[in-house]
């Protein structure tokens, strides 16, 4: 994908100003590029994972917007929003849509958070955020600093964007202050010193616990006295089917879904550190994010011919250590159908089944191979 960063000026009417950064950072599919507007002036465009530098704006109260470049679709609007003199501010845009677009499937209704449940256009959904937290799209905007005196070190201050994944705590390997400690989706931290110049390991825990739950690293070199906007990225897990009843009991494991990693759009979790200059970079993943549930294993490949299919469906995946293997067919609404083998060979890979009995629409059709799961989508006709 390439990245798109267009910064307008923006003319300013009186001699108060304030800068204001904006991060793009909704991993939904859906939202693609943004365009930023002050009182229906465009401030800049903004591609995923990219930032503005600090964009000098008046102060007052200004009509806030975040629009879809493609067809100027407001995502996002704030008719009052106050700019305060000489402030230096960070508006992180984040969150979901929430609303299907995939022709011929229906939305279900997260219980817990008490609104639609996600459905792109490969017919996945996104995961719920584990602790009910909000997950729609919004700009959250928070004040920042630019540089630091203190012996050259640098400052970052964390903002928590994975929409899956629980309240986490964050310390810097060898560091005796948490960067946060218990935070949630969609929230800020506030700024601490790190070692300037140094290869830094940020661990991210389970808030609480001494869990891992992802583990990133970045080097500082060059970077010396700069204070800069720690922000973590995409999805802990994406389920792919809608979820089922059993899915929505917070007490349970999800076991009732099908799901991988998500690499996309928004991919597996990740995490960037934003700079006032508007660079952006990306930290080394030592440990990805883990699903908040469970581990997310091995993406199985599964090939399924012919698709769209009437009457015979030939399946073939890899087995090579003849392991043990669950074969699913499930609708939309995450009815599992139970299948009817013509031939299978399942040690080796294959099967073929009789798709007659099933009525005309769209499946999925998932094979678990040991820790390996793979997913396809299947139309019958």
Not at 1 to 13: E, I, K, R
Not at 259 to 288: H, R
Not at 351 to 361: D, F, I, V
Not at 362 to 369: A, D, E, L, R, W
Request: aromatic share 10%; hydrophobic share 40%; glycine share 8%.
């Amino acid at each position: 994908m390439w990245a798109v960063l267009c910064v307008a000026v923006v003319t300013l009417s009186n001699a108060q100003t304030a800068k204001i950064q904006f991060v793009h950072n909704s991993p939904d599919e859906a939202v693609g590029n943004v365009d930023v507007y002050l009182d229906m002036v465009k401030v800049v465009t903004l591609s995923f994972r990219k930032a503005s530098p600090l964009t000098q704006v008046d102060t007052g109260v200004h009509v806030f917007q975040v629009r879809k470049s493609s067809n100027g679709l407001v995502l996002y609007s704030n008719s009052s929003y106050n700019v305060i003199p000489g402030s230096n501010k960070i508006a992180m845009i984040h969150g979901l849509i929430d609303t299907a677009f995939v022709q011929n499937v229906t939305s279900s209704i997260d219980t817990i958070n008490k609104v639609p449940t996600r459905v792109v256009k490969n017919a996945l959904t996104y995961d719920r955020n584990p602790d009910g937290k909000d997950r729609s799209f919004k700009v959250t905007v928070k004040d920042i600093v630019t540089s630091t005196s203190l012996f050259s070190n640098n400052q970052v201050m964390l903002f928590q964007g994975i929409t899956g994944l629980n309240a986490a705590d964050v310390k810097g390997e060898g560091e005796g202050l948490f960067i946060a400690r218990n935070i949630y989706y969609g929230e800020f931290g506030e700024y601490r010193y790190t070692k300037a110049g140094a290869s830094t390991k940020y661990i991210f825990t389970k808030a609480n616990t001494s869990i891992s739950i992802g583990e990133f690293t970045y080097n500082f070199t060059g970077k010396d006295s700069l204070a800069g906007v720690l922000f973590t990225s995409g999805f802990s897990r994406v389920a792919d089917t809608i979820y089922s009843k059993k899915s929505l009991n917070q007490t349970n494991d999800i076991d009732s879904l099908i799901y991988n990693t998500y690499n996309k759009y928004g991919s597996a979790g990740m995490a960037f550190i934003a700079w006032p200059d508007g660079t952006v970079d990306t930290l080394k993943t030592e440990k990805k994010y883990l699903n908040s549930v469970k581990s997310i294993g091995e993406k199985l490949d599964v090939v399924v011919y012919p698709n769209p299919v009437t009457d015979k469906l030939f399946v073939m995946f890899d087995n090579a250590k003849s392991e043990t293997v669950s074969l699913q067919i499930i609708d939309l609404q995450g009815k599992a159908y139970s299948l009817d083998y013509i031939s299978s060979d399942l040690n080796n890979g294959k099967a073929e089944l009789n798709m007659q009995y099933l009525s005309k629409g769209m499946y999925f059709i998932s094979i678990q191979v040991g820790d390996k799961k793979g997913v396809q989508k299947l139309i019958v006709e």
